[in-house]
């Protein structure tokens, strides 16, 4: 079992930027550092929508196109942390963010992940 937590939402103007970190705990290690990771969120009143993922090495990167650009998604030196950088944010932004992962990259980028976090909210202001 891998245990997910995301931190780092919060409150920004419009064209800010704001960091969000994943760190997985549990049956860590190996397993997670194995998995793709990805950031899907939902406004209010929307569908789930994928953010972003990154393969398990880290040498592959998915974006959504809105985001492509704006944000980054990597992983840490360790494999159990893994962060979104989000630069230019604009008030659609705003957001539950949820960390996912899952060992098929598809599933992260899907929606169907076996693991997510309970999610960090954005708000960005007009």
């Known amino acids: 079992q891998v245990q997910l937590v995301e931190s780092g939402g919060g409150l920004v103007q419009a064209g800010g930027s704001l960091r969000l970190s994943c760190a997985a705990s549990?049956?860590?290690?190996?397993?997670?550092?194995?998995?793709?990771v990805g950031w899907v969120r939902q406004a209010p009143g929307k569908e789930r929508e994928f953010v972003a993922a990154i393969s398990w090495s880290g040498g592959v990167t998915y974006y959504a196109d809105s985001m492509k650009g704006r944000f980054t998604i990597s992983r840490g030196n360790a494999k159990n942390m893994v962060y979104l950088q989000m630069s230019s944010l604009k008030p659609d932004d705003t957001a539950v963010y949820y960390c996912?992962?899952?060992?098929?990259?598809?599933?992260?980028?899907?929606?169907?992940?076996?693991?997510w976090g309970q999610g960090t909210q954005v708000t960005v202001s007009s």
């Open positions: 549990g049956r860590t290690g190996r397993t997670f550092s194995s998995y793709a």
């Open positions: 996912a992962a899952d060992e098929n990259p598809n599933a992260v980028v899907g929606g169907t992940s076996d693991y």
